[in-house]
T-cell receptor
Framework: KNQVEQSPQSLIILEGKNCTLQ??????????LRWYKQDTGRGPVSLTIMTFSENTKSNGRYTATLDADTKQSSLHITASQLSDSASYICVVSARTPGTASKLTFGTGTRLQVTL | GAVVSQHPSRVICKSGTSVKIECRSLDFQATTMFWYRQFPKQSLMLMATSNEGSKATYEQGVEKDKFLINHASLTLSTLTVTSAHPEDSSFYIC???????????FGPGTRLTVT
């Protein structure tokens, strides 16, 4: 069964600090891994997408890593801002030839950035 | 800017009535769209895959007669919640994959409250 697990479930950090969120997955056959940011009451917004051959990708203050051998990914947020407060969801896509890929969602990490 | 829109963003309806939610891809054609439901503090759960020109594919446990999906054109899919009950109150989100890329864009979501 395809699964995506994230840790921690929730996290509180001070503004300006860095943090790292973790994602472990068992999805096969693997196509790509995405990190989304979801503000409360809004739809998810893509931060990064990585394929099998990519092991790091950055988007501003967000840097994602991927280890396809150990099936782990991390999302590192640098110099956090209050606006980073949101849920961060790790999503893994399986290869499904001929059809649009179905996504397996993690349960998310709820990040709160405080003053 | 947004590439997938949803309408309405919020709707309150009485028990027993039907509610239609629209999902539009704004600058690309989407032969496939996905409908998700999200309960508070939980991740997105795939309800069904909407296919232009053919029947929708429903996930296990989702009643197709209760959640009617119509993919009317290459840019529009609708989800109709029929005979809504309070337990149908949830956050409904659609997504559309862009052909030729791994990107899958999510709509901003529709908050349904059934009283």
């Amino acid at each position: 069964k395809n699964q995506v697990e994230q840790s921690p479930q929730s996290l509180i950090i001070l503004e300006g600090k860095n943090c790292t969120l973790q994602c472990n997955y068992t999805v096969s056959p693997f196509s790509n891994l995405r990190w989304y940011k979801q503000d409360t009451g809004r739809g998810p917004v893509s931060l990064t997408i990585m394929t099998f051959s990519e092991n790091t990708k950055s988007n501003g203050r967000y840097t994602a890593t991927l280890d396809a051998d150990t099936k782990q990914s991390s999302l590192h947020i640098t110099a956090s801002q209050l606006s980073d407060s949101a849920s961060y969801i790790c999503v893994v896509s399986a290869r499904t030839p001929g059809t649009a890929s179905k996504l397996t969602f993690g349960t998310g990490t709820r990040l709160q950035v405080t003053l | 800017g947004a590439v997938v829109s949803q309408h309405p963003s919020r709707v309150i309806c009485k028990s027993g009535t039907s509610v239609k939610i629209e999902c539009r891809s704004l600058d690309f054609q989407a032969t496939t769209m996905f409908w998700y439901r999200q309960f508070p503090k939980q991740s997105l759960m795939l309800m069904a895959t909407s296919n232009e020109g053919s029947k929708a594919t429903y996930e296990q446990g989702v009643e197709k007669d209760k959640f009617l999906i119509n993919h009317a054109s290459l840019t529009l899919s609708t989800l109709t919640v029929t005979s809504a009950h309070p337990e149908d109150s949830s956050f409904y989100i659609c997504s559309a994959p862009r052909q030729g890329s791994y990107e899958q864009y999510f709509g901003p979501g529709t908050r349904l409250t059934v009283t």
